[in-house]
T-cell receptor, first 109, second 117 residues
Framework: GIQVEQSPPDLILQEGANSTLRCNFS?????LQWFHQNPWGQLINLFY???GTKQNGRLSATTVATERYSLLYISSSQTTDSGVYFC???????????FGTGTRLTVIP | GAVVSQHPSWVICKSGTSVKIECRSL??????MFWYRQFPKQSLMLMAT?????????EQGVEKDKFLINHASLTLSTLTVTSAHPEDSSFYIC?????????????FGPGTRLTVT
């Protein structure tokens, strides 16, 4: 099956700092999504980004499909950004999302 | 838009009993719904994929007789954990794909925390 690796596994930031989370995947994909899982377990859709660049407020994401990686940028981090960030990909023809292992972000005041 | 609900949010049951979890797409029709399981501090693992009116497709290692999935309509899928045991205690999350979106994007429910005593 497809391999999805996220880095770093853990990240501690001071409030206001910027960060970059990375997702590498091993095969061609027709779906790539970034999620934030809050402390209650809810998965919040951040981006649907199988290719290209998108921005939403302090967050932006870039997927370079030909090189099989995606980046999630968080700027001016806030304590409410804490939680686990997952990258999930769907291989062409697979009809299911495969989740990476996640990056646990802690933003301290 | 694209809201998925789950019910119940949490449930505690005794070993040997069965538990049903509902997943609904509230404002769209779902061609396909998915069921995931997540153990503490781990990632989500896909259990099964269901299409409306068809039998579910289960991932390797998931017992289809234990985890019964019914996708009776374009807005409702149910997961029944039969004869639950403590090792079935987990966080169960459903997702759905919007039939009308023209994309592969999935929308996730808030999850159901199951504890089997």
């Amino acid at each position: 099956g497809i391999q999805v690796e996220q880095s770093p596994p853990d990240l501690i930031l001071q409030e206001g700092a910027n960060s970059t989370l990375r997702c590498n995947f091993s095969d061609s994909v027709n779906n790539l999504q970034w999620f934030h899982q809050n402390p209650w377990g809810q998965l919040i859709n951040l981006f649907y980004i199988p290719s290209g660049t998108k921005q939403n407020g302090r967050l932006s994401a870039t997927t370079v499909a030909t090189e099989r990686y995606s980046l999630l940028y968080i700027s001016s981090s806030q304590t409410t950004d804490s939680g686990v960030y997952f990258c999930a990909v769907e291989r062409a023809g697979a009809n299911n999302l495969f989740f990476g292992t996640g990056t646990r972000l802690t933003v301290i005041p | 838009g694209a809201v998925v609900s789950q019910h119940p949010s949490w449930v505690i049951c005794k070993s040997g009993t069965s538990v049903k979890i509902e997943c609904r797409s509230l404002d769209f029709q779902a061609t396909t719904m998915f069921w995931y399981r997540q153990f503490p501090k781990q990632s989500l693992m896909l259990m099964a994929t269901s299409n409306e009116g068809s039998k579910a497709t289960y991932e390797q290692g998931v017992e289809k007789d234990k985890f019964l999935i019914n996708h009776a309509s374009l807005t409702l899928s149910t997961l029944t954990v039969t004869s639950a045991h403590p090792e079935d205690s987990s966080f169960y999350i459903c997702s759905a794909r919007d039939r009308g979106s023209g994309t592969y994007e999935q929308y996730f429910g808030p999850g159901t925390r199951l504890t089997v005593t």
